[in-house]
Every structure is written in structure tokens, then in C-alpha cells.
């Protein structure tokens, strides 16, 4: 079965700084999605950025991108320029390309932006 | 643009009553899943459904039922609540069984059993 293991239950970030949250992710598939979603107070989830397996360009969305490594089977994002608005939970998220299309989370990393 | 819709947002319920959640996906989504977050935890995944039929299933109880109906909305059915069934349960919705497209949160329903 494949897991999705966030180490960092917390993380804080000065505002117009950079932070770097970790994922990482236990499977035998070779073909999979990995997502980033954002819980803010609100509690609506919201897709922050998607990479797909078979890519070997790491994905950017405008303040975030990621750093995928497929071997070591890591999934970071990094946040540039960080805002107030980015305060909230952080879910790495696992989907497999065949079979089930359910997603797996991790635990959550919680950002804190500091003004 | 139109967003998953669920109702009701807040419910509260007694042990051991029922509750029924609704989720009305985007226009021309045919598959739901339903997602259960409880307090201070991370969702996880309990049932979906690709037109009309149940697709997957998680770690949902027996307690728990759920269908999609012909105008492709969805009802998920608890009953004999217990304490810790209290949680956000997040309704999301995607287009077909394409592996790459994205599911669409709803802001979630609020249960609280008393």
C-alpha cells in the first residue's frame, strides 16, 4: 500500500522569505500523481500544484514549485515571496495512475507566516 | 465558476440518530468521493463513485452508506452515530475516470455527534 509521510508537523516563514516543505512517499507503482493542497482556517482544500510521475520537469505555479526526485522518492515544495494569505495546513497528496483514483494524504505540515 | 456543493455545512446530531450529507458536484462531473477528516488529522478517503456506480472504497464503517444518484449528486448516510464520527466530511468531484484530472473540493460538512 502506498504511504505519504510528512516529517515536519510545523514550519514558520518570515514573510517575503522562502520555505521549503517536505514530502516523501512510499510506493511500488512507477506511474502516479503527487499533489499539493492547502487547508487554510477556512478549511477548504485547495490544489496548490500537481506533478505528474513521468515528468521530469519539476512543476512551478507562479510563488510555488516543486522539487521532485522520483528515485529518492521526495516531493518538496518551495514557497518564494511568502505572503500572510499562505498561512494554513499543507497536504501532500499520493494518487496512483491505474486502479483506484483516491487520494492518499500525509499528515499535514502547519505554516506559519510571520509579519 | 461553479463550485461542489454541500449541504448541510453544520450538523449536530445525538449518538445513535442518523444523519444524511448531500453533495451536488460541478456541472458535467461524473465522478464524487467522499473524504473523512477528523479533528486534527489528515482526509481520508471513503467511497466514490463513476456514474452512478460506487468505483472505490476506503475505510468506510457499515454504518455508513452511500449512492449517486441519475442527476449524478451524491448522499452519503450514517447511522447509530457515534462520538467519533464527528469530523468534516469533504465531498470532491472530477471528470471521468481520468487518472489526471483533478478532484474539486467542497467546503466539507461540519458533523458533530453529542
Known amino acids: 500500500a502506498q504511504t505519504v509521510t510528512q516529517s515536519q508537523p510545523e514550519m514558520s516563514v518570515q514573510e517575503a522569505e522562502t520555505v521549503t516543505l517536505s514530502c516523501t512517499y512510499d510506493?511500488?507503482?512507477?506511474?502516479?500523481?503527487l499533489f499539493w493542497y492547502k487547508q487554510p482556517p477556512s478549511r477548504q482544500m485547495i490544489l496548490v500544484i500537481r506533478?505528474?510521475?513521468?515528468?521530469?520537469q519539476n512543476a512551478t505555479e507562479n510563488r510555488f514549485s516543486v522539487n521532485f526526485q522520483k528515485a529518492a522518492k521526495s516531493f518538496s515544495i518551495k514557497i518564494s515571496d511568502s505572503q500572510l494569505g499562505d498561512a494554513a495546513m499543507y497536504f501532500c497528496?499520493?494518487?496512483?495512475?491505474?486502479?483506484?483514483?483516491?487520494?492518499?494524504f500525509g499528515t499535514g505540515t502547519r505554516l506559519q507566516v510571520f509579519p | 465558476a461553479a463550485g461542489v456543493i454541500q449541504s448541510p455545512r453544520h450538523l449536530i446530531k445525538e449518538k445513535r440518530e442518523t444523519a444524511t450529507l448531500k453533495c451536488y458536484p460541478i456541472?458535467?462531473?461524473?465522478?464524487v468521493y467522499w473524504y473523512q477528516q477528523g479533528p486534527g488529522q489528515d482526509p481520508q478517503f471513503l467511497i466514490s463513485?463513476?456514474?452512478?456506480?460506487?468505483?472505490d472504497k476506503g475505510s468506510i464503517p457499515d454504518r455508513f452508506s452511500a449512492q449517486q444518484f441519475s442527476d449524478y449528486h451524491s448522499e452519503l448516510n450514517m447511522s447509530s452515530l457515534e462520538l467519533g464520527d464527528s469530523a468534516l466530511y469533504f465531498c470532491?468531484?472530477?471528470?471521468?475516470?481520468?487518472?489526471?484530472?483533478?478532484?474539486?473540493f467542497g467546503p466539507g460538512t461540519r458533523l458533530t455527534v453529542l
Open positions: 510506493t511500488s507503482e512507477s506511474d502516479y500523481y
Open positions: 497528496a499520493y494518487r496512483s495512475a491505474s486502479g483506484t483514483d483516491k487520494l492518499i
Open positions: 463513485f463513476y456514474e452512478k456506480m460506487q468505483s
Open positions: 470532491a468531484s472530477s471528470t471521468g475516470q481520468g487518472r489526471s484530472a483533478e478532484q474539486f
Open positions: 456541472p458535467r462531473h461524473d465522478t
Open positions: 506533478q505528474e510521475a513521468y515528468k521530469q
